[in-house]
């Protein structure tokens, strides 16, 4: 599967943005999906994962767990990640990863596609 991410951007802190990935192909609903994002200088890190179905099964990082919802709607092939109280630590390029694993995963090494990236930048 092959992921393209946007929505990235510049916003203050307090601030929302609302990052989309769509993916090509027509078995978007056998991923499970995930954001990660990797700030400068650090490693990637784990962000959000949706299974397959969508609704409450989810799994957040702790650093955003209360502020980032991720959603996904099969029919259009995309995952949402929607993030509000955005603060400067947030900054980061932000992945889209897809893993065919029917266990959600926190793990990089399960999700096996990976889109571009997007940029979203904090300011304090």
């Known amino acids: 599967v092959q992921l393209q991410a946007s929505g990235g951007g510049l916003v203050q802190t307090g601030g929302s943005l609302r990052l989309s990935c769509v993916a090509s192909g027509r078995t978007f609903s056998s991923y499970q999906m995930g954001w990660f994002r990797q700030a400068p200088g650090k490693e990637r890190q784990f962000v959000a994962a949706?299974?397959?179905?969508?609704?409450?099964?989810?799994v957040y990082a702790e650093s955003v767990k209360g502020r980032f919802t991720i959603s996904r709607d099969n029919a259009k092939n995309t995952v949402y990640l929607q993030m509000n109280s955005l603060k400067p630590e947030d900054t980061a390029i932000y992945y889209c990863?897809?893993?065919?694993?029917?266990?959600?995963?926190?793990?990089?090494?399960?999700?096996?596609?990976w889109g571009q990236g997007t940029l979203v930048t904090v300011s304090s």
């Open positions: 990863a897809a893993s065919s694993s029917l266990i959600l995963s926190t793990m990089m090494s399960v999700f096996r596609s």
């Open positions: 949706i299974s397959q179905t969508g609704g409450d099964r989810t």
